[in-house]
């Protein structure tokens, strides 16, 4: 994601990234034989624009905005709160009560994605005071966008199959972000050798088939059973960066 950042701006590395996520999606439906089923009801709309909203919408550029402000090491630090907040949310949302189990498994994983990023020197670099306040809160935003757009996904998945889901509310994410992407100005054409690699394999691999599977996890469990499962994504991009 910082690397997609030397050529695009925030808004304009997450549209490129979804616009070529629906077009993935739309060539896995027709080569595979599947079908994107078109929303029919009141309520799958209000669940579609919901987690366009706030899983794209507003998740990357916040998230984005704020990488571009603060170490990627803190960025991730902030982002590890999320699954907390996706514990606390859906237990207010069904009005059931977590067990301390569940709260100590979520609180460990965070703890370990500290230390782990801790340990690789994550937290390299030296914002300006200013930078600094306004990354950290940008990335909280993202954070809590993130815990609600996982909320919204399980209801959302009642009217949907996952795929469907998958494509419509990155479509939408695109839809939302379009606009500000053009206000964003021309992208930067020297660092597109760096920039474009990463936004492909942020649009298949973090997007397409990230999502996908996301979403059929949701469908098939419970979002704070999930939320433990979260804090996996820092290891496996620790180990990926330390492979590269």
Same mark, same amino acid.
């Given at each position: ?16 990234r ?32 919901? %987690? ?9 550029p ?6 571009n ?7 991730? !630090? ?9 514990v ?13 189990m569940?709260?100590?498994? %979520? ?5 370990g994605? %500290? ?35 996982? %909320?919204? !996904? ?14 419509? !509310? ?63 994504? !820092? ?10």
């Open positions: 994601a910082k690397l997609s950042l030397q050529a695009f701006g925030p808004f304009q590395a997450a549209a490129l979804f616009a070529l996520a629906v077009v993935l999606l739309w060539l896995w439906a027709w080569v595979s034989g599947k079908r994107i089923e078109f929303p029919r009801s009141q309520a799958s709309w209000f669940g579609i624009v919901g %987690v366009a909203a706030t899983g794209y919408g507003l998740l990357y916040l998230q984005l905005a704020g990488l402000r603060i170490p990627s090491g803190l960025s991730a !630090t902030i982002m590890l709160g999320s699954p907390v907040l996706v606390l949310l859906s237990s207010l949302a069904e009005r059931s009560a977590v067990s301390g569940k709260w100590f498994s %979520v609180a460990l994983g965070a703890l994605g %500290v230390i782990a990023l801790l340990g690789q020197g994550g937290f390299i670099g030296n914002p300006s005071g200013e930078h600094l306040l306004l990354g950290c809160a940008l990335t909280l935003a993202a954070a809590f966008s993130l815990a609600i757009s996982t %909320v919204i !996904t399980k209801k959302a998945l009642a009217g949907l199959d996952s795929l469907s889901l998958t494509f419509w !509310t990155l479509l939408g994410g695109l839809l939302l972000l379009a606009p500000f992407s053009l206000a964003e100005g021309w992208p930067r054409v020297d660092s597109f050798s760096v920039a474009l690699p990463a936004v492909l394999y942020l649009a298949l691999a973090g997007s397409a088939c990230g999502f996908l599977i996301w979403n059929r996890a949701i469908q098939l469990s419970e979002p704070r059973m999930l939320a433990a499962t979260m804090h996996i994504k !820092t290891p496996v991009a620790l180990f990926i960066g330390a492979a590269l």
